[in-house]
């Protein structure tokens, strides 16, 4: 039980530690991370005014085309990341800072972030 504990704890600390350098501006929100178990989703954030800009996560896939082959994790994280880019560009923002959420940038992080670099977001 013990290690559950320090792996939360040691996932706080690089959270805190990424968030204390990477803060969104109006003119380069935040695109933010968060990865669970079994979902993925992303926001982009507007620090400066405390706003969420734009939302998705892999559940609004998976409910808009139900009866489909099921896709890896890897393949919806990948489409989460362009339909938060696509969203971004209806609301007129291009360019974002990537916050990882403290998790390494690897795996479904990194499909994020290549589907909205794909969408058409710089960062």
Known sequence: MKTTIDKKRRLYRRRARVRAKIKGTKEAPRLSVYRSLNHIYAQIIDDERGLTLASASDREIVQSAPGKKSLSKKDLAFKVGELI???????????????????????????????????????
């Open 85 to 123: 880019a696509s969203a971004a560009i209806k609301k007129k923002i291009r360019k974002v800072v990537f916050d990882r959420g403290g998790r390494i940038y690897h795996g479904r992080v990194e499909a994020v972030a290549c589907g909205s670099r794909k969408g058409g977001l710089q960062f």
